[in-house]
Nanobody, 123 residues
């Protein structure tokens, strides 16, 4: 069955860096969109970054220039390099994958598969 497992979260001081990883199994995501989303308590889930099957990327305005999404097709792993972290980046971060082509890849409801999340805390 399809499984997405995130790792790499933690607690850092403002200005620090973290690298999130998402290992995908039971799923060949090379032809679909994948993304990172985040949700803080009391807030809606929001897009952080997405990467399409062609390698095209998009970012939320609040993270552009600080975060980089990438994927390693050889080992079915998605990454999110987060630099210059700010307290506003504090949230549970989720990896997600679509089940096919989607018209609006920045919307959380476009994604069918989700990981369990990894907490990022910036103080």
């Amino acid at each position: 069955h399809v499984q997405l497992v995130e790792s790499g979260g933690g607690s850092v001081q403002a200005g620090g860096s973290l690298r999130l990883s998402c290992a995908a199994s039971g799923y060949d995501y090379s032809g679909h969109c994948m993304g990172w989303f985040r949700q803080d308590s009391g807030k809606s889930r929001e897009v952080v970054a997405t990467i399409g099957s062609d390698g095209s990327t998009s970012y939320a305005g609040s993270v552009k220039g600080r975060f980089t999404i990438s994927k390693d097709n050889a080992v079915n792993t998605l990454h999110l390099q987060m630099n210059s972290l700010k307290p506003d980046d504090t949230a549970m971060h989720y990896c997600a994958a679509t089940s096919g082509p989607v018209p609006y890849p920045r919307r959380p409801d476009a994604y069918f598969y989700w990981g369990q999340g990894t907490q990022v805390t910036v103080s």
